[in-house]
């Protein structure tokens, strides 16, 4: 079971939709820095060092980077706009971990420029990257286990996916990178998605830790890391249980004593890059009831809309919904939330149980720190919505504007407009 509380009181949120009309993401800096803190120490038993990279596109915001670099995380991204947000909160080289994928020259380009660990998706990426960039001293590759590993219900089966390098490809890649003199090399693989179950990530490591001791072994050559991607799930449901991270950490130190240490590697750095457990539980989406409709069932149409969280529709997701004031109000029905897109799947729940609604009523969608905001998008004319951050002193900070019908037109360049 996992508590779903809000970080505020119905007086505050009240106080803050005057200054920032809804809807917004808002975000809990005091419990994303506990959470890192967290993270951090159970893993401060690896004698190589261990570091998270924050998946960059979960919340793509400087304010929230800031925040993680300060907890000490480097950044995980795919895209040269998300390179462009690392560079500007001032994380340098080995802070960045490019894990792209169908990667654009000009990318690989930044990358290679801003010294940024590059981790291949594809072997023929090396000549691609190699052409287009020039080698660095420092690679990594993206492995796909294939149908050694059963994958989860976001990223499907392995062999289905488009990432990463066979194993195959994995002996012949590194075997020519160290041949182009490359000095440093990491092994990175990601095969599931908001997974729940520790035992995932502990037999994911040791798919890595076999690996490196074999590649070693056989080429001769001295790997710096091993990253075990994101994928740790958080539970949107109350009846979910949180991913057990001690035994993850625990079960992981006992395979690298049993195969590192044994094998004299225990310079071995290991690293992930976990976007959703870092902020997805510390953000919330704040939404008003516009109107209450009665036909064949009861829909509560609110003020935001799949435009500002798109999960609920995307996946079928399930956000966890708090009403302010109505906490321990009983249940009314059965109800669906919607938003204003002309898409009849714009809705953030279908038959749920909510207590009785009215328009003006305070709705906090829970979970959106991850993928909320980041999925936005225009369609219909939505505009994005503003984020805000609130601080440990418990005032809040506007993170960014909300998107105005200026911002909506700005790529136009039409007369009235
Ligand atoms: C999305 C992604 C992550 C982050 O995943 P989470 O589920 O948010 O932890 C990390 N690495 C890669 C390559 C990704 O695509």
Known sequence: M??????????????????????????????????????????????????????????PNPYIMDILKDE??????????????????????????????????????????????????????????EKNAGIPEGICFR??????????????KPEDAKYGFTREQLFEGYKRMKEKGVKHFGLHTMVASNELNWEYFVETAEILLDLV?????KLGITFDFINLGGGIGIPYKPEDEPVDLEKVSAGIKKLYEEKIEKAGLHKLKIVMESGRMVMGPYGYLVTKVLHKKETYKTFIGMDASMANLMRPALYGAYHHITVMGK????????VDVTGSLCENNDKFAIDRELPKLVPGDILVL?????????MGFN???????????????????????????????????????
């Open 327 to 334: 906490e321990n109000a009983p249940v009314e029905g059965k």
């Open 143 to 156: 492995y796909n286990p294939g149908p050694l590993k059963e994958g989860n219900v976001i990223i499907g």
């Open 72 to 129: 000490g995380m480097g950044a995980d991204c795919s895209s040269l706009p998300e390179l462009l947000l690392s560079d500007a909160v001032g994380l340098e080289g080995d802070d960045i971990f490019f894990s792209s994928n169908d990667t654009p020259a000009d990318e690989y380009v930044k990358a290679k420029n801003l010294n940024v660990i590059i981790n291949l998706d594809d072997i023929s990426h090396i000549d691609y990257l």
């Open 379 to 417: 369609y219909n004319g939505k505009l994005r919505s503003a984020e805000l951050l609130l601080k440990e002193d418990g005032s809040v900070v506007e993170i960014r504007r909300a998107e105005t019908v200026a911002d909506y037109f700005a790529t136009l360049n039409y007369p009235g407009l």
């Open 366 to 374: 829970h979970d959106t720190g991850a993928h909320g905001y980041a």
């Open 2 to 59: 996992s508590e779903k509380t809000v970080p505020f009181s119905e007086e505050q949120i009240k106080e803050i939709i005057e200054k920032y009309p809804t809807p917004f993401h808002i975000y809990d800096e005091k419990a994303i820095r506990e959470n890192a803190k967290k993270l951090y120490k159970l893993f401060d038993w690896v004698p190589g060092g261990f570091k998270n990279y924050f998946a960059v596109k979960a919340c």
């Open 213 to 217: 001791v074999e590649l070693t072994d």
